[in-house]
């Protein structure tokens, strides 16, 4: 029976540990939470944002630039580049892996070689990046379909939103002009899975 002399126990309270790793900058609006599952089968939305102090992506000399880092590592670590397009503080990126580890290797690489391709071209030094990589996995015809109009048409939205008019798919500082053509010099790689071959075109009538 409790009394007023009774003592009360309270549970003790076990020390926060310390947050490992970088932590998120502030206004990224990438959350830390654990990657999806990846499918071989499967295609990856990928968006890189560049952090305050960096120039402007949308130069002839960065597009240069930036198109020999995609094919240095259009194929790596498991990781294919199939698509990309350079804004002016981001990146869209398409790409195959064959599962999770293999696509956090391949972007963990390519991110790096950005950064250093970046840092180079303007002369400069520090963090390139605001926050690690944005990821949603293509899993189903009409989401490989809205990606690919998404990341190829993405400047014309962008032009739109200040009133000019731009052709939706006639941007140069995207891998727009390799779609269904096989080129071995070509800053891209040639989808394997059937949602980029095929998948994400509309049913024939």
Not at 28 to 42: A, C, I, K, N, T
Not at 181 to 186: E, K, N, V, Y
């Amino acid at each position: 029976m409790f009394t007023m002399n009774s003592q009360l126990r309270l549970p003790m309270r076990t020390p926060r540990r310390p947050r490992r790793g970088r932590p998120p900058a502030k206004g990224s609006g990438v959350p830390h939470l654990r990657r999806e599952e990846l499918s071989r089968h499967h295609a990856v939305h990928v968006t890189l944002r560049i952090g305050s102090g960096v120039p402007g992506l949308r130069r002839q000399r960065v597009l240069y630039a930036l198109e020999e880092a995609f094919a240095a590592a259009k194929i790596r670590f498991g990781m294919r580049i199939v698509h990309y397009s350079i804004q002016g503080n981001h990146l869209h990126l398409i790409v195959e892996a064959e599962d999770r580890a293999s696509l956090a290797k391949g972007m963990q690489g390519l991110a790096i070689r950005i950064a250093r391709t970046i840092n180079r071209l303007f002369a400069r030094a520090g963090q390139v990046w605001a926050d690690r990589y944005h990821s949603h996995v293509l899993k189903t015809r009409r989401e490989a379909a809205n990606a690919l109009r998404y990341v190829l048409g993405n400047f014309a939205r962008h032009a739109a939103s200040w009133g000019d008019r731009v052709a939706r798919f006639a941007d140069a500082f995207s891998s727009v002009r390799f779609l269904g053509f096989t080129d071995p010099d070509a800053p891209v790689a040639s989808p394997r899975t059937w949602l980029l071959r095929l998948g994400w075109r509309p049913p024939s009538v």
